[in-house]
Structure formats: structure tokens, C-alpha cells
RNA sequence: GCCGGAGUAGCUCAGCUGGCAGAGCGAAUCCUUCGUAAGGAUUAGGCCGAGGGUUCAAAUCCCUCCUCCGGCUCCA
């Protein structure tokens, strides 16, 4: 028998006979890791503990404590939800049973089902983790499981595509029941904790809208039901948190149906936190060299010739017919910016040229798509476009990393790196392209980052570096980006003069900060649940005064202290309670209450909205603080909590 | 775009086995002038998403379209 090599976690490497299990490895490093060893990851991949293993390669031992563990209940879950329906509905027939990052699904047909029936499918669920079946791993013919499935096309599908060629198919059985699966799964029904079903939702066989409409009934599970509790705790508040509810509450922006789908409308209130955005970033451009452009919505369809769009982008434009010329909506920036590049002659002296514009872009996106602000048909980018030699990329790239790293780190964002790499559908040489990835790979490298390659997710003209955030609520966003363009100086026939006195052709770089304020904004929205950084909040101060009689004194405040910050005065005639609870609601970070002793001491009580107080506050005082705390963008009114 | 669900007052929703259009919140007016998370009364507010059909009669049943929601695929 031959020997192959393991590499652990650890780096270190274990050689064993080939042919031994994941589980055999196990035993070998240490025999209670072999007892707890509930499946591996063999490569990257999620692997039954019996798989065996013919090659060397990297393993990871998944036991109860190991996070791929949540993954195998899950499995599991779906597996008894499926023996469940069946036991229910004998004419239900299977498709796919994956788990999600959520929990699972499993795909079925032949069986009419809305959300009426979870409660008896739980049931039925919870009967048989109650039962506690041992799950078995049997390994059967290939031809013996095709003829199992003689009325199901989709396991027949699965076993002619992905399991052609091989001889024996595994299947997992519990309690006689049993389903075609790679596995792997928790030794019995009784691990799973805590079922719940979710939604149910159409899908198509294979996500292609050509095949079958499959039923797809979303559900979870968790090792206990008090992390079901929390799970679904944060779902709750994942919904009460929604940006298109808080968007009409908060009164921040709106989409009526006249205006047409994904047509946002801003409101004031929506648009001053917007103004904040956009002035910051302004702010952080300007330090940096950039030069403001501005570029019409509207161009020849010429121009999207030239830049490739038309190639490689044109279903998703909208084409307007103007005296029998074509005209396209931009739906991006770069070529208007290349363009006003092309208006100049330039020396190398003269690099980096780099442009700003917050423009608005439109995509024609299915309508499907469209929700809320996440996603839209016209949506506004921090786009910036550089043009410069090709010596200065690293240079170049590194500060609009750290611009990028400073506006993450003032929302208190955490984030992962992913360099992207060259899609099927893209232009340019092959060499073009591994240049491109290349002098971005160094740049991560050289700043020590952790990141993930995803290959295939460049846009169509070059690379990209994407930044993923994650929000308060623990979902991932995309947002920031770096994107090296080879293509479109190429297009544009882009050029300066060197020092050689030669014509050479710029690399541009294409950059955002946010990505787009639409669906930033809308993370923010959900990641503060509307509570808005003071320096962001729509309203920064709400004046309350205690009785009708001290408007006066409000109104002084106003106008003579804070004249600088957008304060209200609440001047209707509520109760002070009342007065509190609305601006509460309206998620206001100060509340300033002013009644009779404050308008005879000239001074005021400060309240913030976590209902934190201070009274007999100077005003000056508080004017101070409010001024550092905008000014410094903190993340929370700090006031009352603050050390002066 | 495709599959499923939904659209009733500014907002949240009830009414839907056909028979006078409803509630709470919000708004306006009046009373109350109030000291830290909702004081009281009155009033206004509707092409029941749009169009067509069935019927003595349609918010309610049928058809078409529009929009939204949940998914699929895609993406900032």
C-alpha cells in the first residue's frame, strides 16, 4: 500500500496508508479526536468521516466544536424534513437538500404546499429527532440506485451528471427511509436540536429558468433551541431594522409606483444624510489630489461603442431613440471620464490625473431584482477614475486603500478583502491581464492582508480588489472597490508624452468608496436600525420645551447658540412625556428640555436618545461637545456619557 | 425575466362564503400649559392599484396589465 500525506491545520503532516478514512486519520493523531470525529474537510470540501482518502491533501477534523458542525446538522435537518414530508405526503418527490448559511433548504415537487403545513411538518420533524434513528451511510450500485429512482428524473439526473463514471453511490439511511447524498451527516436524528420551517419559495431545477419549477421549503436548525431563539430573534430584528420601512418612518426617501420601479425619490431628511456622505468623501478626495468632474446622464451610444458597453453591457442599458440617433443612459462613469481625459494633451509630469464625480448611473435590472434601495435602476456612485503611468499602480492603489480603510473604520465597519479575476465574458489580452492581477496581488501582499481570490468576478475590462463590510446585523455587503483598467485606455486610445518624448498609454484605475450611496446608505439605515451617527442624523437636536411658555427660550437657543446644527423645536402642545416618546421615535440624538428653571439659568437639560440625562447643562458646554463629536464623526451621541 | 404571495385612509392593517367602506396611529381644530418614553374631545381624510368582464348588486368572483413582497438567476 502506498503512502500519502495529510497536512493539518496546524501545517504539520501526517502520512498515512492510502485508502484510510477521515476518521482513520483521526484515530491517528489522537483517540478521542477519533470518537468526536463527526466529518472532515478534505481540501476545502465538506466530507463524510468514512470518505477515504487516495491523494494527499489538507484535512480539517469537524467535530461538535468545529464551525462546519452547524453545517452537517443542518444537512441532517434536511434529510429529516424530507422523510417528514414524505411520511406526510408518500407522492412527494425529492430534488436537492443542501444546507444554506442560514440553514437549509430542500427543493420537492409533486406536492402542493404553503406555510399551513409547517406546523404538522415540524411536528412530524420533531417526532423523528424524538425517535433518535441511527443515521447510516450505505454505499450502493450506481445502476442499483438508478433504478431506485426510476420515477425521480432528478436523482437520475445527479447520478448520470455528477456521479457519472462512478461505480457505487453513497446514500444516507435513517429509520428505512432513505436519500442519494454525499453527505456528510450527524451520527442520529436525535443530534438535531432545534427545527423550525421558514418560508417557502419557487426555484428552478438547477437555477436555470429553462427546467422545472421546483417547491423550495426553507427552514434551519441548531444544536439548542435557545440558538433557535436567537437566530430567529435576529431575523425579527433584522425586519424591524428594514430600510424601506424605516425609509417612509424615518421619512428618508420613497419609490412610488409613478415614478417607476427602482426610481428612488429622497426626502430632505434622506438627502441631509446623504449630503453628509457625499461631503465626506468629497473631503477625503480632495486631500488626496482629485479633481471634480461633472458628466451628463446621457450620451451617443458611440461612446458606449468605443468603451465596449455596448459589447458586452448593452441588455442592461436603457437606449433611447432621438432623431433616429441612439442615445444610451450611462451606466457607468469611465467613458465620460476617459473622455474629458482625451480633451487634454498630457506630459508625464502631469500624472496622476484622477477625476471625481458623484454620478448617477442607470441600470436596467430584471425587474425581479429590484428591493428598496439595495436595488435599483438608477443609483449614484463616489466614482473615481485615475489615470497614470504604469509605474505608479502600487503607489496608487495603496491610497485608495487607506482612503477606503478610513471610511469603513469611521462607520466602525468590519470588512474582508477579495481580489476578482478575469470573467468568461471580458476584453483584452491574456497578458493584459495577468500584468493587471499580478501588480494587485503584490499590492495586498505588500500591505499584509488576508484575501480571498474569486476568480472570474473581475468586471469585464480588468481585476478588482472588493472590500466586503459586515453590519451590525452580521450580513456581509460589497461595497468598496479597486478595479485596474488595461482595456479602456486601449478604447479611448488614451496617451501622455514621456520623458522619452514618446507616446505612452496610461493604465487607468477605476475606485469607489462606498460603491454606491444608494445601497450604502441603505446599509447604514439598517446597521444603525435609523439611529444615525449625530454627525449623519437628519435632525441633530430636538428642542422640547416644558410648557408653551418657553418657546421663546427655545427659539433663542436656536438662534443664537446652535445656529450651526439642524435643531428643531418640538412647539406642539404635548405633554413633555409625549414630546420625548415622539422624538425618541424619530431617533433624534439630543433632546434638549428647557422649562422654567432652565429659561431663568440660561442653562438647559440635555437628554440623548439612549435616555441617558444631564441636567443644568451651560450651553456653550454643549455646543462644544456637539461641534467635536460632528466634527470627529462619532458613532454615537457621547454627550451625557462624555468626559467634560 | 421566471415561480409564488400581496395591493383597502398619510402609515399599520381588518373587512374578501357578493348586499351602506372600518379600526389604531398620524393630521386638523378645540380644551389642557403640562418637568422626562403617548392627556382629552371633535372633525376631515377612500376611483378598495388600473382597465375590462360576470351579476339586480363587486373591495369581495373571473381576465389583462401595473406595482410591491418572498424566492430563482444576476449585481453596486
Known amino acids: 500500500m502506498s503512502e500519502i500525506v495529510v497536512t493539518l491545520p496546524d501545517g504539520s503532516e501526517l502520512e498515512v496508508e492510502a485508502g484510510a478514512s477521515v476518521e482513520d ?12 470525529t463527526v466529518a472532515g474537510v478534505v481540501d476545502g470540501e465538506l466530507t463524510d468521516r468514512v470518505e477515504p482518502l487516495y491523494e494527499d491533501c489538507e484535512l480539517v477534523i469537524v467535530t461538535e466544536g468545529s464551525e462546519e458542525y452547524l453545517q452537517v446538522l443542518r444537512h441532517s435537518a434536511a434529510h429529516v424534513f424530507a422523510q417528514a414530508l414524505q411520511r406526510r405526503h408518500p407522492e412527494a418527490k425529492l430534488a436537492i437538500g443542501p444546507p444554506t448559511d442560514d440553514g437549509f433548504y430542500y427543493d420537492v415537487t409533486g406536492v402542493d404546499l404553503s406555510e399551513d403545513d409547517f406546523e404538522e411538518l415540524e411536528a412530524e420533524m420533531r417526532e423523528i429527532i424524538a425517535a433518535d434513528y441511527d443515521i447510516e451511510r450505505v454505499e450502493r450500485d450506481r445502476e442499483e440506485a438508478l433504478e431506485i429512482y426510476a420515477d425521480n428524473e432528478y436523482k437520475r439526473e445527479i447520478l448520470e451528471t455528477e456521479a457519472e463514471g462512478e461505480e457505487t453511490v453513497s446514500f444516507y439511511v435513517q429509520d428505512g427511509w432513505q436519500d442519494l447524498c454525499r453527505g456528510p451527516h450527524v451520527e442520529s436524528t436525535g443530534e438535531i436540536g432545534a427545527v423550525k420551517l421558514l418560508s417557502i419559495a419557487a426555484a428552478y431545477w438547477r437555477g436555470d429558468e429553462e427546467n422545472d419549477t421546483l417547491t423550495r421549503v426553507y427552514g434551519t436548525a441548531f444544536e439548542s433551541e435557545s440558538d433557535l431563539e436567537t437566530f430567529l430573534q435576529r431575523r425579527e430584528e433584522a425586519k424591524k431594522r428594514d430600510h424601506r420601512k424605516l425609509g417612509t418612518e424615518l421619512d428618508l426617501f420613497s419609490i412610488p409606483d409613478v415614478t417607476g420601479p427602482g426610481l428612488p425619490l429622497y426626502h430632505p431628511n434622506g438627502k441631509t444624510v446623504l449630503r453628509e456622505l457625499e461631503a465626506f468623501v468629497d473631503g477625503l478626495n480632495d486631500d488626496q489630489g482629485y479633481e471634480f468632474v461633472e458628466t451628463p446622464h446621457l450620451f451617443r451610444t458611440e461612446l458606449w461603442k468605443q468603451s465596449g458597453h455596448y459589447e458586452n453591457y448593452v441588455d442592461d442599458m436603457f437606449l433611447l431613440d432621438v432623431n433616429d440617433e441612439e442615445y444610451g443612459l450611462k451606466p457607468m462613469n469611465c467613458p465620460g471620464h476617459a473622455t474629458i481625459f482625451n480633451q487634454g494633451n498630457w506630459s508625464y509630469r502631469d500624472l496622476p490625473i484622477r477625476y471625481a464625480e458623484n454620478g448617477k448611473v442607470y441600470r436596467k435590472e430584471q425587474r425581479g431584482e429590484l428591493s428598496g434601495l439595495s436595488r435599483v435602476w438608477a443609483f449614484t456612485i463616489d466614482d473615481g477614475h485615475l489615470f497614470i503611468k504604469p509605474d505608479s499602480i502600487e503607489r496608487e492603489v495603496n491610497v485608495i486603500m487607506e482612503q477606503i ?54 468586471a469585464f475590462y480588468g481585476p478588482k480588489i472588493d472590500f466586503a463590510f459586515e453590519d451590525a446585523l452580521g450580513r456581509s455587503w460589497d461595497g468598496p472597490t479597486v478595479q485596474l483598467d488595461f482595456n479602456m485606455p486601449e478604447r479611448f486610445d488614451l496617451s501622455y508624452t514621456g520623458e522619452d518624448n514618446e507616446e505612452h498609454q496610461p493604465v ?26 449625530t454627525w449623519l442624523a437628519p435632525e441633530q437636536v430636538r428642542i422640547l420645551p416644558v410648557s408653551d411658555d418657553n418657546i421663546g427660550y427655545a427659539k433663542q437657543l436656536k438662534n443664537r447658540y446652535l445656529d450651526d446644527f439642524r435643531v428643531e423645536i418640538e412647539d406642539r402642545s404635548w405633554t413633555v412625556g409625549k414630546k420625548i416618546q415622539t422624538a425618541h421615535d424619530d431617533r433624534v440624538p439630543y433632546m434638549l428640555v428647557v422649562g422654567d428653571d432652565e429659561q431663568e439659568a440660561g442653562t438647559v437639560s440635555v437628554r440623548d436618545r439612549f435616555e441617558n440625562e444631564r441636567k443644568d447643562v451651560d450651553v456653550g458646554t454643549f455646543r462644544n461637545h456637539l461641534e467635536n463629536e460632528i466634527g470627529e464623526k462619532h458613532t454615537e451621541p457621547d454627550f451625557v456619557d462624555g468626559s467634560e
Open 405 to 458: 480603510e478610513e471610511v469603513l473604520e469611521t462607520f466602525d465597519l468590519e470588512y474582508e478583502v477579495a481580489l476578482a479575476t478575469r470573467p468568461e465574458k471580458s476584453v483584452g489580452s491574456d497578458e493584459i491581464w495577468e500584468t493587471a492581477e499580478s501588480q494587485l496581488r503584490d499590492v495586498l501582499e505588500a500591505r499584509g492582508l488576508d484575501y480571498d481570490v474569486e476568480p472570474g468576478d473581475g
Open 25 to 36: 486519520v483521526a484515530y491517528e493523531i489522537g483517540p478521542g479526536l477519533g470518537e468526536d
Open 508 to 533: 487607468m484605475i477605476h475606485r469607489a468608496l462606498y460603491g454606491s450611496y444608494e445601497r450604502f446608505f441603505m446599509v447604514l439605515v439598517e446597521h444603525f436600525d435609523g439611529n444615525f451617527p
